[in-house]
């Protein structure tokens, strides 16, 4: 037992040796292990905290990029939408213009044919009436040539008649 007894006993001068070894120990563990452990922590932390930032940084960029591009997009699509607009309105206009200008054509054509039709109808008047002349002169002629009876007077109107139908 004596020797167990050693171990339990407490000596003043051996605890006071142990705990300045461990003074000793903490501080040689503090001054070679502690500080450069420390200092790669807080480089770590550092370069954290700044790829962080960046990170931040780029994000605000990229969301400000994003902002630009929608609003350019936006733009070009009101643009877009402005010049279907345009293109609409000159396409109806000029398809009125075109309407417009074959329809005064189509009005000038007609009016045309009309006084065409209406010249070849006093044409067509004046070279009867030149024949039915024609034929009452010669009726005329006739008549006064001789006498006429009540027959020949009917074959000159028979004939008369006949001429104007052929001339027709």
């Known amino acids: 037992m004596g020797l167990y007894q050693d171990l339990i006993t407490l000596d003043g001068w051996t605890f006071l040796a142990q705990i300045c070894n461990l003074m000793i120990q903490m501080l040689i563990f503090k001054k ?4 450069p452990i420390k200092k790669v922590i807080a480089d770590r932390k550092a370069k954290a905290d700044s790829e962080i930032a960046d990170a931040q940084k780029l994000r605000t960029e990229a969301e400000a ?5 929608e609003q350019n997009l936006q ?3 009101a643009e877009a939408n ?8 000159t396409a109806t206009a000029r398809s009125e213009e075109i309407v417009g200008e074959a329809r005064a054509q189509a009005a000038a054509l007609k009016q045309k044919a009309e006084s065409d039709i209406a010249q070849e109808r006093k044409k067509a008047v004046n070279e009867v009436k030149d024949e039915i002349g024609g034929i009452a002169m010669e009726i005329a002629s006739k008549v006064v040539e001789r006498e006429i009876s009540e ?3 009917k074959d000159l109107i028979d004939e008369f008649i006949k001429n104007v139908g052929e001339a027709s």
Do not use: G, P, S
Not at 65 to 69: R, V
């Open 75 to 77: 733009n070009a699509r």
């Open 151 to 153: 027959k020949d007077h």
């Open 65 to 69: 990029m994003k902002a630009e591009y």
């Open 32 to 35: 070679f292990l502690l500080n």
């Open 82 to 89: 402005q010049i279907v607009a345009n293109a609409q309105k």
